[in-house]
Antibody
Framework: QVQLVESGGGVVQPGRSLRLSCAAS????????LHWVRQAPGKRLESVAV????????HYPDSVKGRFTISRDNSRNILYLQMNSLRTEDTAVYYC???????????????WGQGTLVTVSS | EIVLTQSPATLSLSPGERATLSCRAS??????LAWYQQKPGQAPRLLIY???NRATGIPARFSGSGSGTDFTLTISGLDPDDFALYYC?????????FGQGTRLEIK
């Protein structure tokens, strides 16, 4: 079965960096777009990054553009999120998610990890 | 950015009843809308994709309809396990956006 396991969360000061990882198993990793979605306390879900199945393109919302970078290692089945210049408003549970669709079709989150908490606080 | 507005914010019903949840988009998303269920302490679960297609393993009591800007999730015959938070989400345009959620609670 599909498994996604995030790691790398924790407490970090504003302005610092953190890298999240997501180890995947149970499916053909290189066939799917992958996402990072976050959920701050009491707020709606927010998609913060997507990377295509082959890593050739990615997208970010304005709230994280220029600070966050998504990447993937298709040889090791691992997804990453590099988060720089962190702000208090980045505090949230971060989920990695596998797309429902394969290859160049994407945009529905079929499988989710358990989430990792990132707290940005001085 | 496409804004999704869900109504009602809270829906109070009894097991066995029918639930109707709405999601309205600020501009047309065609049929590129999904629905998720989330329980406390858990990740969301995909129920419906592309407006009316049930995801793998989702019971037939869950159904979706709509296109353009107005969408509905219907749960026919509520099971006690269905009381949770429900979100809609669009993939028509980047950034992908979610609604603010509808809480389905036991009356």
């Amino acid at each position: 079965q599909v498994q996604l396991v995030e790691s790398g969360g924790g407490v970090v000061q504003p302005g610092r960096s953190l890298r999240l990882s997501c180890a995947a198993s149970g499916f053909t990793f290189s066939n799917y777009a992958l996402h990072w979605v976050r959920q701050a306390p009491g707020k709606r879900l927010e998609s913060v990054a997507v990377i295509s199945f082959d890593g050739s393109y990615d997208h970010y919302p304005d709230s994280v553009k220029g600070r966050f970078t998504i990447s993937r290692d298709n040889s090791r089945n691992i997804l990453y999120l590099q988060m720089n210049s962190l702000r208090t408003e980045d505090t949230a549970v971060y989920y990695c998610a596998r797309d429902h669709f394969q290859r160049d079709n994407w945009g529905a989150f079929a499988s989710w990890g358990q989430g990792t908490l990132v707290t940005v606080s001085s | 950015e496409i804004v999704l507005t869900q109504s009602p914010a809270t829906l109070s019903l009894s097991p066995g009843e029918r639930a109707t949840l709405s999601c309205r988009a600020s501009q047309s998303v065609s049929r590129h809308l999904a629905w998720y269920q989330q329980k406390p302490g858990q990740a969301p679960r995909l129920l419906i994709y592309d407006a009316s297609n049930r995801a793998t393993g989702i019971p037939a009591r869950f159904s979706g309809s709509g296109s353009g800007t107005d969408f509905t999730l219907t749960i026919s015959g509520l099971d006690p396990d269905d009381f949770a938070l429900y979100y809609c989400q669009q993939r028509s345009d980047w950034p992908i956006t979610f609604g603010q959620g509808t809480r389905l609670e036991i009356k």
